[in-house]
C-alpha cells in the first residue's frame, strides 16, 4: 500500500525537547561536555556595562559561533548565522530555543569591534582551553611539530602604496657579530667596522660558484616594497605558481596527538626562518625535546637557538644548492684540525677572511687552479680563484645532521605530514 501522508506530517503539532534531537555522540555534545564556558563571563565581565543598557546577547553565545565557522569549515559569518537557524544541533550548542531568533550575522562584528577589538581575549580563551588540555595530559610536548601556512588577507590586491622598507635586526644579529669579530680576532683579523664603512675587512665572496646555502630572505634597506592601505599589517605574497596576494603567515606548533600548543600570526612576506624566534619564545618552557620543523627553517641560527637550550632539531635532508655541472660542496672536504678545505684535486683551500654575514671564506690560488683539469667543474670565476665558505655556526648544522641520522629520527619526520593534514 502507498502511503502518501507525508504532506500531512510536515504541519504536524508535536511536543518535543531539544535535547532529544541531538545525538548523543555529536561533535558538539562532545566538546560542550569537555569544555566549562562559564570562564569566558569573567573574561569578558570588565567589557560589559554592569547595571545600565539593555540586555545583551550572551557573550558565551557570540564565541561559540565562530568555533562552529571553524569546525565546519563555513566561509562566512553571513553563511553560518544562516546555517544555524535551519541546524538543530547548532541550536542546542549556542543555547537557543528552536523558535528563538538567531543574532543577526554583522552583530558578531560590531561586537568583536566595539568590545573586543584590540584585546587578547580569544588567545586567553585558547590558552584556558589549553590548560584544560595539558591538566588532563591529553597534550604531550617533548615532540613539537612546526610549520606555517598562508592566508589570504581581505584586501583588495589593486589598493596599495608602494613605500621604502628598512631592514630589521634579526633575533641573532648582536650574538652573530659577536661571534664573528671573535672568529677573525682568532685568525688575525681586525674587527668589522661599521656598515657605513665602504672597507670592513671582511672580504668579498669571490665569485659566482660560492657556495653558500642558508638564507633569511632579509629585505635590504632602500628596497621598495607594496603595501596594502586596506589592510596594511598584511605582505605581499608570492610563492611558486600563487597568485600575488596580500596575506598572512600563520605559524603554529603541535604535538604529536594534533593539538595546537600555540601560534603567531606575521605578515605574508616575512620568511618562517625569521618569525620562528616568536613563537619558540612561547613553546621554551612546555618540556620540549624535539622540534620537527621543514626545510624553510633550516638555518644555522635556528641550529644555535635550539641547540643551546637544549633541544634537538628534527631538520629534513636538503640537497646542495650547487650550479648544473659544477662539484658540490660535499665534494670539498674540511680539514677541521688544519682549518682548510681540500678540493677534488687534493690542492687546499686557505682560509681568507669571514664576512659579516657569517661565513669564513676559503680560497684557492689562482695560478694552480688555472691549469687544473678540473677548473670547469670548480669555478668559474675569472681569476679562477675558488670559493667555499663555511659558517661560523656550522658545527651546530652538523650536528643537527647527526640528530638526523639518529635511530628514530626518520620515523619521527614523517609524521609531520599527518600534523599537516
Not at 595539558?134 to 610536548?141: N, S
Not at 598562508?150 to 630589521?168: D, F, L, S
Not at 628534527?314 to 644548492?321: A, D, I, L, T, W
Not at 669555478?379 to 675558488?386: L, P
Request: net charge negative; hydrophobic share 30%.
Amino acid at each position: 500500500m502507498i502511503n502518501e501522508e507525508k504532506e500531512k506530517n510536515r504541519k504536524q503539532m508535536q511536543i518535543v525537547c531539544i535535547d532529544d534531537l541531538v545525538p548523543q555522540d555529536h561533535l558538539l555534545r562532545i566538546i560542550d561536555k569537555a569544555i566549562d564556558w562559564s570562564f569566558i563571563y569573567d573574561l569578558v565581565r570588565d567589557k560589559y556595562s554592569p547595571d545600565t543598557g539593555r540586555p545583551s546577547i550572551d557573550p558565551v553565545t557570540l564565541i561559540k559561533i565562530p568555533f562552529i565557522q571553524y569546525l565546519y569549515g563555513i566561509k562566512s559569518m553571513r553563511q553560518t548565522i544562516k546555517d544555524i537557524e535551519v541546524n538543530v544541533a547548532y541550536r542546542w550548542f549556542l543555547g537557543l530555543e528552536l523558535y528563538e531568533a538567531v543574532p543577526h550575522f554583522s552583530t558578531f562584528g560590531k561586537n568583536y569591534t566595539r568590545r573586543f577589538k584590540d584585546t587578547d581575549i580569544f588567545e586567553q580563551i585558547f590558552q584556558h582551553i589549553l590548560e584544560e588540555c595539558y591538566r588532563f595530559r591529553l597534550v604531550d610536548p617533548t615532540e613539537i611539530f612546526v610549520d606555517a601556512t598562508h592566508v589570504k588577507a581581505r584586501a583588495n590586491n589593486k589598493k596599495m602604496q608602494k613605500r621604502i622598507a628598512h631592514q630589521e635586526a634579526l633575533f641573532y644579529a648582536d650574538i652573530l657579530r659577536k661571534d664573528i669579530d671573535a672568529d677573525r680576532e682568532e685568525h688575525g683579523k681586525k674587527p668589522l667596522k661599521n656598515k657605513d664603512n665602504d672597507d670592513d675587512g671582511s672580504g668579498g665572496s669571490g665569485g659566482s660558484d660560492d657556495f653558500k646555502d642558508y638564507t633569511d630572505d632579509v629585505p635590504l634597506d632602500g628596497k621598495e616594497i607594496k603595501c596594502s592601505t586596506t589592510d596594511p599589517e598584511s605582505g605581499w605574497f608570492h610563492k611558486g605558481e600563487h597568485k600575488n596576494v596580500f596575506a598572512y603567515g600563520i605559524e603554529t606548533a603541535c604535538d604529536k596527538h594534533g593539538w595546537i600548543i600555540d601560534f603567531t600570526v606575521n605578515p605574508g612576506n616575512e620568511h618562517d626562518s625569521r618569525t620562528f624566534k616568536g613563537l619558540y619564545d612561547k613553546l621554551k618552557n612546555t618540556g620540549m625535546e624535539y622540534c620537527v620543523v621543514d626545510a624553510g627553517y633550516k638555518t644555522p641560527a635556528i641550529a644555535k637557538l635550539l641547540i643551546d637550550d637544549g633541544v634537538k632539531p628534527v631538520f629534513p635532508y636538503k640537497r646542495p644548492m650547487t650550479k648544473e655541472g659544477f662539484f658540490p660542496k660535499y665534494q670539498y672536504v674540511y680539514d677541521e684540525y688544519n682549518d682548510c678545505y681540500i678540493c677534488p684535486n687534493d690542492q687546499l683551500l686557505t682560509y681568507s677572511t669571514t664576512n659579516r654575514d657569517g661565513y669564513r671564506e676559503y680560497k684557492s690560488c689562482g695560478h694552480i687552479c688555472e691549469s687544473c683539469k678540473y677548473l670547469s667543474q670548480c669555478t668559474a670565476s675569472r681569476n679562477h680563484v675558488k670559493v667555499v665558505t663555511r659558517h661560523v655556526w656550522e658545527d651546530y648544522m652538523e650536528a643537527c645532521d647527526d640528530i638526523r641520522h639518529t635511530d628514530g629520527m626518520k620515523v619521527l619526520y614523517s609524521h609531520r605530514k599527518e600534523m599537516r593534514a
